[in-house]
């Protein structure tokens, strides 16, 4: 079955700088790569996702890159603030399937 | 946009007690609803799928006597936490889906469980 790994586990940043956070997956059936932030004692929220046909999507301070040939994804969030500090997940999932296998999680804090 | 909504969102029993958790999809049909537990610090981990009007599938190592799940309407999806234990004690997710391999999911708020 599918195994997501994600890197790193806590990430710390200046407000302002940029924060990077990197997944691989092992099955190549996978084809739909989505990200959520979770706050303390919340459901996760999507953020931003993207499918395998797409090399890069953006959506104002936040990107997603795929690379299908390495089986990497990663989240580029610029310009920081400190409403971004929450634990981000990036998953993946075979289209037909609908289930998604999660990372492991990345606890971003962003200080002022 | 859509909304999937869980209750209890917190709730408190005694071992050997069994407990039933909601997910609605409030402005959609769920065809497809999936249920994931979270111990603290850790990540989202799939229990199992629950198709409406058919038998749950559940992912390995998920005991499903003691996680029933119900998906009777396309509306709501109920998992029962049967004769709970103190290690049962963790936080309980729902996502909805259309299940048209759409794949984008939205996911309840959580209903977080601790067993005394």
């Known amino acids: 079955g599918e195994n997501v790994e994600q890197h790193p586990s806590t990430l710390s940043v200046q407000e302002g700088d940029s924060a990077v956070i990197k997944c691989t997956y092992s099955?190549?059936?996978?084809?739909?790569f989505p990200w959520y932030k979770q706050e303390l004692g919340k459901g996760p929220q999507l953020i931003i996702d993207i499918r395998s046909n797409v090399g890069e999507k953006k959506d104002q301070r936040i990107a997603v890159t795929l690379n299908k040939t390495a089986k990497h994804f990663s989240l580029h969030i610029t310009e920081t603030q400190p409403e971004d500090s929450a634990v981000y997940f990036c998953a993946a999932s075979i289209q037909w399937a609908d289930k998604l296998i999660f990372g492991t999680g990345t606890r971003l804090q962003v200080f002022p | 946009g859509a909304v999937v909504s869980q209750h209890p969102s917190w709730v408190i029993c005694k071992s050997g007690t069994s407990v039933k958790i909601e997910c609605r999809s409030l402005?959609?049909?769920?065809?497809?609803m999936f249920w994931y537990r979270q111990f603290p610090k850790q990540s989202l981990m799939l229990m199992a799928t629950s198709n409406e009007g058919s038998k749950a599938t559940y992912e390995q190592g998920v005991e499903k006597d003691k996680f029933l799940i119900n998906h009777a309407s396309l509306t709501l999806s109920t998992l029962t936490v049967t004769s709970a234990h103190p290690e049962d004690s963790s936080f309980y997710i729902c996502?909805?889906?259309?299940?048209?391999?759409?794949?984008?999911?939205?996911f309840g708020a959580g209903s977080r469980l601790t067993v005394l």
């Open positions: 996502s909805a889906g259309t299940g048209a391999g759409a794949n984008v999911l939205t």
């Open positions: 099955d190549s059936a996978s084809n739909y």
């Open positions: 402005d959609f049909q769920a065809t497809t």
